[in-house]
């Protein structure tokens, strides 16, 4: 502990080193620099003060929010800013050191002055992570998007050619701090009118009580014709906090599970239904939470008993990782899996149709939209809410309206 103590503090101090530099570069006064070092110093000082103060049997809270957001607006800009100027010095000591080894102009100094325009550069390059993530507070965290998919299946029966399905996805109602933001999106949800929609977990970060104030507005979902289906996210076992007994923690998750219902949804767990029309049927099929990293009580092959390879099936499951370990390899065909769970880390960079990046790929292999592997495909929504850090950049919150078409996908 003590070694990862130390080596934190190496690299933040030459982060604070080498983003300093270019400051003092570019500002001549002294009383500006200094304050700009007691400024960083009492930040840092704050920050770990708040860490210090954290309490684990409240868990994440609006303050904590605050504090990472701030976290990252001042930290990520002087990383950017940290870079440059260490590749400014490598190049100084590469340049220090042929002079010196070619032994020409022995009165020049090793270290050649750093360049204005480079400490310029760095402040440039640097804005750029510090206005997303102010963009992202107060803007992006509410630019909700309904994105439309439509997919393809040969076995699809008639009757659903055409069917129409919203789903929603970690909705994480205790980081909500503004209603009429949140009663517009319900609004585009009710926009869609789709045949049935689909909740795929994350209701609350931990506690019922986050989700009591925002009742009524999810109420607001209006009824279809189909139903309103939800699944368990990891989330919402309260698994995140320090609890003072298991039978409180137990009965949070109670009240949690009664949340589903309180919003009229009905919440499948390891069990399926069928979704009936014009005397045609498709299974859907609910699973608690499974995740390669999180708690694995998704038990596909009790949701699904009964079920054979031929039937058309529809499966809820939070998190992607159950499709990409179990669920495409499973012997009872699943056609469409939809999860959520990555949130798309909330930060990276998306042109519809043309690309995407995110941190959380090199952790997820399916972490935002459709992948498909032999006729088998898994949708990850990209979350209703957000957690931890308040905002988003890049990867906005979303309304997903799939579309079931009978026939084979179109090249």
Known sequence: MNVVLLLFFLIWGAIEWFSFQAFRTLIQRKKVLVLYQVVSLLFAIYF?????????????????????????????????????????????????????????????????????????????????????????????????KVIKQRIYFPDLPEEFDGFTITQISDVHSGSFDNSEKINYAIDLVNA???DMILFTGDIVNTHAKEMIPWISTFNRIKEH???????????????????????????NFQAIKNLYGQIDFKLLLNEHTFIEKG??????????????????????????????????????????????????????????????????????????GYFKWSLVQYVY??????????????????????HAYSGRVGIMPEITVIELKKGNKLV
Request: net charge positive.
């Open 192 to 194: 869609q009118n789709s």
């Open 225 to 251: 014709k189909y139903g309103k289906y939800s699944v368990l996210g990891n989330h919402d076992y309260g698994e995140y906090v320090t609890w003072p007994s298991e039978k409180e923690k137990e009965a």
């Open 48 to 144: 770990l003060y708040t860490i210090s103060q954290f309490d684990r049997s409240k868990g994440q809270t609006h303050q904590t929010m605050f504090v990472l957001g701030l976290v990252l607006m001042v930290y990520l800009p002087k990383i950017v800013l940290a870079i440059v100027m260490f590749t400014e010095d490598v190049f100084r000591v590469g340049k220090g050191s042929v002079t010196f080894l070619a032994k020409k102009k022995n009165d020049q100094p090793f270290f050649a002055s750093r360049r204005k325009f480079v400490s310029q550069l760095g402040l440039g390059l640097a804005a750029i992570p510090f206005l997303s993530l102010l963009y992202g507070i107060f803007e992006g965290k509410y630019n909700f």
């Open 365 to 386: 292999k399916q972490w935002a939209g459709l992948y498909e592997n032999k006729g088998r495909y898994v949708y990850v929504n990209r979350g209703f809410g957000f």
């Open 279 to 352: 005397g045609q049927k498709l299974a859907l099929v609910g699973v608690e939470n499974w995740g390669h990293n999180f708690k694995k009580l998704g038990d596909i092959d009790k949701a699904a008993e009964g079920l054979t390879p031929q039937d058309f099936k529809i499966l809820m499951s939070h998190d992607p990782s159950h499709w990409d370990y179990i669920v495409q390899h499973h012997k009872n065909h699943f056609h469409l899996t939809l999860s959520g769970h990555t949130h798309g880390m909330q930060f990276g960079i998306e042109i519809p």
